[in-house]
């Protein structure tokens, strides 16, 4: 079994984007996609975590209800989509998570950083997720890339802690779920997500979740919202990298997860922990 996490974000919310939007209108659009994507894990009957990016539920409440009623899990992507590790924001993240739970009516037991943002310098938020009882975080990929990566933390499920981001800490109260890497060219890339969907050969990603199978381990995935509806998502003009990054094979996500659907089996973080008894 393997676990699917949507990161449900506006257009305006990813990383390389942020830069560009200071004079621009920021109109909601990518939220309208919703029912696309309920339509897709019901296709599939797939469970799947959406992490949200908190400001979206103040603007359509309702995208917790059609969440919720599918049979869905919610988790928590930061208020307005910061990076963990930008100076000051330890204060905020506690208020952040309290204003989330609000919303959420305290259902959020899970959380994901935004642009994979848990490092040495923000592990803190660690331990704000483990005083507001939060079970689980899957912020960790566990190889080296341009923008993030812990490439020497475990690849299985693991207990973290504040002191220890990478490796087992029995002494931790949350599991950590490590998004899926495998071996390409010799070197140890991510595989698990949207990105690497849209970039790498459809191959190489099936043979990691069949690698992760072999060795009992479940291949966590991440795919945004707007990589499934890029119809809802409007383009800027981004350098040729971040273009690169954001926007490549955009047209392509869709129909490459519903293969990956078809093909393996997902459901959402809580639904495995409980499935695997991984609480005692
Ligand atoms: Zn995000």
């Known amino acids: 079994m393997n676990i699917l996490g949507i990161d449900f974000e506006e257009w305006y919310h990813p990383e390389l984007v942020k830069p560009h939007i200071k004079n621009i209108k920021r109109n909601p659009s990518v939220i309208n996609g919703i029912d696309k994507i ?12 959406f992490f949200v990016v908190g400001e979206l539920l103040e603007i359509k409440p309702d995208i917790f209800d059609k969440i919720i009623e599918n049979g869905h899990e919610i988790g928590f992507h930061t208020m307005h989509h910061d990076r963990l590790d930008l100076p000051g924001f330890e204060k905020k993240f506690s208020f952040e998570v309290k204003e989330f739970a609000k919303l959420t009516n305290h259902k959020s037991q899970g959380f994901r950083a935004p642009t994979f943002s848990l ?37 299985k499920p693991y ?21 899926l890497v495998t071996t390409f060219l010799g070197k140890k890339i ?14 190489v990603i099936k043979n990691a979740f069949k690698n992760y199978q072999n060795k009992n381990m479940p291949g966590c995935f991440y795919i945004h919202s ?3 509806t890029p119809e809802f998502m409007p383009k800027l003009d ?37 499935e695997n ?4």
Do not use: C, Q
Not at 159 to 179: A, Q, R, V
Not at 190 to 203: S, V, W
Not at 277 to 280: R, T, V
């Open 159 to 179: 207990k973290i802690t504040s002191n220890s981001i990478e490796k087992n800490d029995s002494s931790g109260k949350l599991i950590e779920f490590p998004l």
């Open 238 to 274: 981004l350098s040729f990298k971040d273009k690169f990054a954001t926007y490549h094979n955009l047209g392509k996500a869709y129909s490459r997860m519903s293969e990956l659907l078809k093909s393996f089996k997902f459901t959402s973080f809580s639904r495995y922990i409980t």
């Open 38 to 49: 309920l339509d897709l894990l019901r296709k599939h009957e797939t469970l799947a975590t």
């Open 226 to 228: 707007w990589e499934l």
């Open 119 to 155: 490092n040495n310098t923000s592990s803190w938020a660690i331990d704000v997720l483990e005083e507001n009882n939060y079970m689980y975080d899957s912020s960790v990929v566990p190889a080296k890339t341009s923008l993030y990566g812990l490439p020497n933390a475990e690849h």
């Open 190 to 203: 991510p595989a698990g997500g949207g990105f690497y969907l849209r970039t790498l050969p459809m191959k």
């Open 277 to 280: 008894n991984m609480i005692k």
